[in-house]
């Protein structure tokens, strides 16, 4: 079993659409959550990160944590046609050498 | 952008010969990885490093080595390519536990 998993779709939404993006993972040791966007034949941007557990926004992306069932989102408000990209998820501990363990990649299309 | 370049950005070899991608980081990341990226498998660590001349293995590191001679340099060699091989290569940085940064990739192909 995979430390994180992630569906890769593809997802199809709407312009206008909320979409929501999905990790679910297995050690709860995990501390900090992050979201990658990566644009075809580009490398990973960060988009956001959260420590634990709770929610952060940052204009139209929250990213919500659920420690408790090893459960982490990515919404986007209003999709839009440049937020077609392929989400990825990545995942470390607080203190153990920077290690970082990543989903595969969710693909997403917004249409206009 | 985060300060990482890598070189050659695309690169067509031949089975058998050795290969070499350089990182190069302006923002003294202690950090540095070296990932492929295969459709199905997401994300794979092959190699990093944490210091100049500390380096540690990956999950697919058979058929890779590398090197760290400066904190801004990361040299990832494929010692003798096979097809296997052919890829997308990112390096990456960190210097806290909470966020790495990606290079904008080194396509490599292998026939």
């Known amino acids: 079993q995979k430390e994180v998993e992630q569906d890769p779709g593809p997802l199809s939404v709407p312009e206008g659409a909320i979409v929501s993006l999905n990790c679910t993972y297995s050690?709860?040791?995990?501390?900090?959550f992050m979201w990658y966007r990566q644009y075809s034949r580009k490398g990973p941007e960060l988009l956001m990160y959260?420590?634990?557990?709770g929610n952060k926004e940052d204009g139209r992306f929250t990213a919500q944590v659920d420690k408790s069932s090893k459960y982490i989102s990515l919404f986007i408000r209003d999709s839009q046609p440049s937020d077609s990209a392929t989400y990825l998820c990545?995942?470390?501990?607080?203190?153990?050498?920077?290690?970082?363990?990543f989903g595969t990649g969710t693909s997403l299309t917004v249409i206009p | 952008d985060a300060g990482i370049t890598q070189s050659p950005r695309h690169k067509v070899t031949e089975t058998g010969t050795p290969v070499t991608l350089r990182c190069h980081q302006t923002?003294?990341?202690?950090?540095m990885y070296w990932y492929r990226q295969d459709p199905g498998h997401g994300l794979r660590l092959i190699h990093y490093?944490?210091?100049?001349?500390?380096?540690d293995k990956g999950e697919v590191s058979d058929g890779y080595s590398v090197s760290r001679s400066k904190t801004e340099d990361f040299l990832l060699t494929l010692e003798s390519a096979t097809s296997s091989q052919t890829s997308v290569y990112f390096c990456?940085?960190?210097?806290?536990?909470?966020?790495?940064?990606f290079g904008e990739g080194s396509w490599l192909t292998v026939v």
């Open positions: 990456a940085i960190s210097e806290s536990v909470n966020t790495i940064y």
């Open positions: 050690n709860s040791a995990f501390q900090y």
């Open positions: 959260t420590y634990s557990s």
């Open positions: 990545a995942m470390s501990f607080s203190n153990t050498g920077n290690q970082f363990y």
């Open positions: 923002e003294n990341h202690r950090y």
């Open positions: 490093s944490y210091g100049v001349k500390d380096t």
